[in-house]
């Protein structure tokens, strides 16, 4: 199983990316899925997650009302959609996957790890 973040670059404050991760596991639509971030020095965070459904999705504070995830279960497809970037959001941004919903929540003994992708916002 593999889930494959894509879509870091580098923006200016302020700019947008949208993150897509791909998964490669069987009944993708059963899975809880998250996004984490790790900065620089710093250790990983909670960023969003999104229900196997796609119906309910909860954001960490710092993100709330700028970043929005999303999914395609069709796909096999979770994005993140990141707006008015911030310096601080400068990170590596991982995608993972549980059938549990307090799992993915807490962001520890995940099911699936992805590897991540490089988001720098210059300022």
């Known amino acids: 199983v593999q889930l494959q973040a894509s879509g870091g670059g580098l923006v200016q404050v302020g700019g947008s990316l949208r993150l897509s991760c791909a998964a490669s596991?069987?009944?993708?639509?059963?899975?809880?899925m998250g996004w984490f971030r790790q900065a620089p020095g710093k250790g990983r965070e909670f960023v969003a997650a999104?229900?196997?459904?796609?119906?309910?999705?909860y954001y960490a504070d710092s993100v709330k009302g700028r970043f929005t995830i999303s999914r395609d279960n069709a796909k096999n497809t979770v994005y993140l959609q990141m707006n008015s970037l911030k310096p601080e959001d400068t990170a590596v941004y991982y995608c993972a996957a549980d059938i549990r919903w307090g799992t993915v929540l807490a962001g520890t003994n995940m099911d699936y790890w992805g590897k991540g992708t490089l988001v720098t916002v210059s300022s």
């Open positions: 999104i229900t196997w459904s796609g119906e309910s999705t």
């Open positions: 596991m069987r009944r993708f639509s059963s899975y809880q």
